[in-house]
């Protein structure tokens, strides 16, 4: 499925007063003053992009930048005030495009865990296959094969109170109701946040998985890092516009252009920088760890060569 945001801006005021009467706002004040508050005059502004199927897709910005708003867009849980928002060429906001596009976009918030519910691991799990109307047999199928991608056993933790669980495990069974119902693409808001470090590795190789498989993704982060090393693209909201939109190496190119709205690029780029300007060749786009190490020691062991060879 390709998702399309075009000329796509979003007002809160808008929202308020279009559902007062029962329709869609048609942004009058479409260049109203920028806040960062919930009830700010402009949370997206003309915001154009598309996310391409198979892609991974990163999202950053500084808090009050729109990410959120952005994401609640994508299985039109919101719809714009300006513009629209596309599934294959189908608008969202059309009646019943934004129902059929919820069962093939997964949307889990920040800290899912939050809305576990049910008496047991088994019923939260299977409560989006129930509301899609599918038969007992199906669901069951669904509950167990989600539970095994998030690593959770079935036979252990099925019929457990998921509040009884570790904090880790709660947010495997989130997961796995939203990957129950099968979608195409899956939008994360900050998957990791709040997890110890551990556990942030063991979840972001498991969305790495899910996009191996074949699965769209979008991930919206405050880590440079996790998005380098993970996203194809990424784009970068500043005040609810798009201020960069490129693959990691493009968009960490422009250091000081992040810096200016409170983004930086990810430390071991970061580093690498400052070592140019020190006057070592480090040619790579994009450095992480293990390959920034790798080419100091090559330029730390060119120069010993070179200065063995004087001596001699």
Known sequence: MRLAFDDVSYSYDGAKAAEKKGRRG?????????GNAPDAAWALRN??????????????????????????????????????VTADGEDLAEKGVGARVRQRVGLVF?????????????????????????????????VR???????????????????DLSGGQQRRVAFAGVLAMEPEMLVLDEPVAGLDPLSRTDF??????????????????????????????ILVLSEGRVFALGTPEEVFADGAGLRSVGLGAPAPEAFAASLRE???????????????????????????????????
Not at 50 to 70: D, M, N, R
Not at 287 to 309: F, H, K, P, R, V
């Open 204 to 233: 972001l190789a498991l969305i790495a998985s899910f996009h191996t498989r074949g699965m769209t993704v979008v991930m919206v982060s405050h880590s440079m890092e996790d998005l380098a090393a993970l996203a194809d693209r």
């Open 145 to 163: 094969e989600a539970m095994a991608l998030v690593g959770l056993s079935f036979d252990d933790l099925a019929e457990r109170s998921p509040f």
């Open 110 to 142: 920040q800290y899912p865990e939050n809305q576990l519910f049910a008496a047991t691991v088994y019923d939260d799990v299977a409560f989006g296959p129930r509301n899609m109307k599918l038969g007992a047999d199906e669901v069951d199928r669904r």
């Open 278 to 312: 020190a006057g070592f060749s480090l040619p790579a786009a994009l450095y992480d760890e293990a390959t920034l190490a790798a080419d100091i020691a090559a330029q730390l062991g060119a120069a010993g060569e070179q200065g063995g060879e004087g001596r001699g």
């Open 26 to 34: 048609k942004g009058a004040q479409r260049e109203a003053a920028w």
């Open 47 to 84: 915001v154009t992009f598309a996310v391409e199927p198979g892609e991974f897709f990163g999202v950053a910005g500084h808090t009050g930048s729109g990410k959120s708003t952005l994401i609640q867009h994508m299985n039109g849980l919101v719809h714009p005030t300006c513009g629209r």
